[in-house]
């Protein structure tokens, strides 16, 4: 029995979603005590799995009742600690909520429950000529509801708009346990924009149990090239070419060399070793304009220093790069024990400047640090390598991480694109907004989540503290 | 060509004065000021959407941002643009023009409305279909709110999931939540080439087919419009025809080509008689087009949403209570636009509000009266009843954001 809640806590919680909906023990807790951003843990009192959105509203009563903190979580892929459980507290797992429960072609929308899986939709929809657009790479395992909550991006994001612009209406749980629904199966609504609010407030408003989320029609067809350059400045002079000429790919990755190799260790793909960075990059649309759009991007490239632009050659191919490149993250174990992966974002024609800056930082930090991002966004993620058994080593990630961070301020960009702020990055939030600013997200936070008692701990600082920070010596951190 | 603003009490508010300041600064402290005493303030861009939602509730001061006309920041390379929000849109796309760029907001009267009008009033035109609404476009917005509190969300990069995204809860807050001072929008390369073509069905369920086939054809149409009743059909339709469906391609030269000879192949198969109309329109209609809902002479201009496959089902409803309504759709988004030529005889609330209002609710949509036109009695049912938000949890952000109620005080749905 969990010591730090009210003993009526979980004998309730067992009466609203039974014994299979319930984890109390410590061993089984521990999977439940960090998302994707390993250098922050700590456990929930218990966790619970419902399995409908009354469920849910019935748990958070019982929390708002008892005066216990509640967070959601979907797959725990965020990487940001955005379902950290600060506090402890219950933990809300909708995992168990994974119905897809409407495919409307007509009107190309879906209606899911937050706990499906971002793939399984767009798998859902084979053949019927649409799919779910925003494709984080962690595709395979993170949940849609997750998606809204931490408004998810992804490769095609450049073209095709990140989760908000796919998110039609939700169904939430208010944190007093009320059950609205903002907007719908529909493209508007009168009054201001509640829906587009509510996405990417990572958990902090409501617990999102429904979504209408927008579909997609898939492209007549696809060009996808592999552009490789021998210096890195080539290839991101390369990227504001392209941009900067008025073509909007649907993709337009950047792979420098140290990622190069852990991929092609993983899936011999035949990317070329010595190759300093290599740019993904993929129009779709009109078969008709494709062949023009490929000529002038291969002419960019070329004009950029590119040494070789591959094409890809049939769908197999194409489908074999993104795999590739989707699951890079997971390449990286063969590289080192540990990793920390940034999100920070530069205006694009900034990208060679934060490059050079990276390598800078990492030589000066003696931190090997690899790169593969959404190049077209200007949405960096270096990755950090470490050791996270050498607290010493971990000191310096975040010093590195800091800097690269305030480098992209500098640049007007921001410290995150996709993974949200989390608890990583409260502390970044002071330099990104001005006081009256974080004032006003306060008082609306507020008006939906007065007592905080939703997500405490997440996305706005309550204290001093600036950058990237080790949180108190009560949690454990990943050392 | 009618006027350039939809049919107004705006005189009949009670406004002692029209502030228009110089800055950002010193419209915050016009604001401050405000709170302090409990003066109500108008928010005024253009003024060409001014009669939008409820009459006032109270005097006050019209406060006017066209005084904040300025660009801050244009990074051509970037693909962004930062602004004050009483640039006018036709000032806008001139600058960017320049660059081969433009924001695609097809809003009337582009030569007066200001980007913080429209981003208030949330009006998104024909090209929403194929290039998305105005809060896709919104990354960085920087406001005043009720207290004279000046605070700022997103930023100038084109991906920022950091904070709270104010920059969608303001879109359609018709300046009742803060006041807009400065924007940072994402913008786009002028297309190569532009196309429309005019198809004319016979009947809605005729339209609805041409209209789904759209939906499952590679094809990709930047709008989809459907017209309707004789003064929707602007020249050079042909006004002799019930229904027309207006389709635009934007791109590359032989895109657009293909696009419209693949149209023409669909309309023969779904055996729409064209008659001797011809295909391919003018572009110059494009702007007659936008231009429909701010022309004069409607009793009541209304707004509404649908999901886009049960605007067929719905617009007989329309045409029951009005046979000479007007309607303007974005077929493709289902939004819709009516221009009622007479207030019905059975009144609004009952043919209005417990009718067409209802209907739309049935089939998951809205219908909301946009403007308060002079001798009609709108109430908050008829102006805002067609959401699904509810009420108090609008009314507690309201609270939060402007706690004495004194921007557009009356005129939203909340008290």
Known sequence: ?479 | MGSTRLESSFDQRPISATLRPADARELAGVVAGAFGEATAVYPMGGETSIDFGLPASRPGVGLSTTGLDRVIDYPARDMTITVESGVRLADLNAVLGAERQEVPWDVPAAALATVGGIIATNFNGARRYGCGAIRDHLIGVTAVDGRGVTFHGGGRVVKNVAGYDFCKLLCGSLGTLAIITQVTLKVRPLPEKRGWAAVYPDSLPQAEELLAALEHDPITPTAIELLGGREAMVAPLDPDRPLAILVMFEGMDCEVDWSLGRLREMVGRLRIRQLDAPFTVPHDFHERLVEFPARGGAAIVARGCLPPGQLAGFLPKVWQVDPDCALQAHAGNGLFMLRMARIPSTGLSRSFVAFLQAEARAHHGSLVILSNPAGVEVTRQSTFGGGNAPYHVLESVKRQFDPANILNPGRFLYP
Request: hydrophobic content about 40%; glycine content about 12%; proline content about 5%.
């Open chain 1, 1 to 479: 029995m969990p010591q730090n809640l009210p003993t009526t806590l979980v004998p309730e919680l067992l009466r609203i979603v039974g014994v299979e909906g319930v984890l109390a023990a410590r061993a089984d807790l521990m999977v439940y005590e960090c998302d994707g951003f390993v250098i922050e843990k700590n456990s929930p009192d218990v966790v619970v799995f419902p399995t409908c959105t009354e469920q849910v509203a019935r748990v958070v009563r019982c929390c708002r009742d008892a005066g216990v903190p509640f967070v959601p979580r979907g797959a725990g892929t965020s990487l940001a600690g955005g379902c950290l459980p600060v506090g402890g507290g219950v933990m809300i797992v909708l995992t168990r909520m994974k119905q897809i429960l409407e495919i409307n072609t007509r009107d190309r929308y879906a209606v899911v429950q937050p706990g499906v899986v971002n793939i399984w939709l767009t798998q859902a929809l084979r053949g019927t000529g649409l799919h779910y657009a925003p494709d984080p790479s962690s595709q395979g395992a993170c949940t849609i509801g997750g998606n809204v909550a931490t408004n998810s991006g992804g490769p095609h994001t450049l073209k095709y708009g990140v989760t908000v612009n796919h998110v039609l209406g939700v169904e939430c749980v208010l944190p007093d346990g009320e059950i609205v629904c903002l907007g719908g199966p529909v493209d508007e609504s009168p009054g201001c924009d509640l829906v587009g609010a509510m996405v990417g407030s990572e958990g902090t408003l409501a617990i999102v149990t429904k979504i209408w989320v927008r579909l997609t029609k898939n492209p007549q067809g696809y060009r996808t090239m592999l552009g490789v350059f021998d210096s890195v400045d080539d290839a991101t002079n390369a990227i504001s070419a392209i941009i900067g000429h008025g073509i909007v790919p649907a993709a337009l990755e950047m792979l420098d060399q140290g990622i190069i190799v852990a991929l092609e260790a993983a899936f011999q793909f035949g990317f070329p070793l010595d190759a300093s960075a290599v740019l993904l990059i993929e129009v779709d649309g009109l078969e008709v304009g494709l062949d023009a759009q490929q000529q002038q991007i291969v002419e960019l490239c070329r004009q950029q220093g590119a040494r070789e632009v591959r094409l890809a050659r049939d769908a197999a191919e194409r489908a074999r790069l993104w795999k590739c490149r989707k699951q890079a993250f997971g390449a990286i174990g063969r590289l080192s024990p540990s990793y920390c992966t940034q999100d920070g974002v530069v205006p694009r024609t900034q990208l060679p400047h934060i490059l050079r800056r990276i390598t800078e930082i990492g030589n000066r930090h003696r931190i090997r640090i690899v790169n593969v991002f959404h190049a077209g966004d200007g949405n960096i993620h270096p990755i950090l390598l470490f050791d996270e058994r050498d607290p010493e080593q971990v000191q310096r990630v975040l010093q590195a991480s800091n800097e690269i961070l305030e480098d992209c301020l500098a640049c007007g960009g921001s410290v995150t694109g996709e993974h949200g702020i989390g608890v990583e990055k409260i502390g970044f939030m002071r330099r990104m907004f001005t006081a009256d600013s974080l004032d006003v997200m306060a008082r609306f936070r507020s008006a939906l989540n007065p007592d905080n008692q939703l997500s405490p701990g997440k996305m706005l600082p309550t204290a001093a503290g600036c950058g990237l920070e080790m949180k108190g010596s009560h949690r454990k951190a990943a050392v």
